[in-house]
């Protein structure tokens, strides 16, 4: 599965943006998907997790209750609604698929998009 990010940019802290994760290739809804990050100097970290069917959801704790992820398997779409936006959260945010049999890590996911980068302003 060939896996295209996007809505990245530069916003102010406490604004919102809305990431997409388009996918093409292997069916869509045969794979969990996450969404993780990397600043600048440090490793790659997890954010979300979003089930084939939705059904189980994780985040990583600095997100919760400002993240939402959900995904439109009709669309093959996965998204990730980022509100209250803090300075903490610049990074580049990749999304990826896979059977992950452990949905925290990078290395359990076997596709991955290029990546749209996040800046947040304070």
């Known amino acids: 599965v060939q896996l295209q990010a996007s809505g990245g940019g530069l916003v102010q802290a406490g604004g919102s943006l809305r990431l997409s994760c388009a996918a093409s290739?292997?069916?869509?809804?045969?794979?969990?998907l996450g969404w993780f990050r990397q600043a600048p100097g440090k490793e790659r970290e997890f954010v979300s997790h979003i089930s084939m069917s939705g059904a189980y959801i994780k985040y990583t704790e600095s997100v919760k209750g400002r993240f939402t992820i959900s995904r439109d398997n009709a669309k093959n779409t996965m998204y990730l609604q980022m509100n209250s936006l803090k300075p903490e959260d610049t990074a580049v945010y990749y999304c990826?698929?896979?059977?992950?049999?452990?949905?925290?890590?990078?290395?359990?996911?076997?596709?991955w998009g290029q990546g749209t980068e996040v800046t947040v302003s304070s």
């Open positions: 990826a698929a896979g059977p992950p049999s452990d949905v925290g890590s990078p290395s359990s996911y076997h596709y």
């Open positions: 290739g292997r069916t869509f809804s045969n794979y969990g």
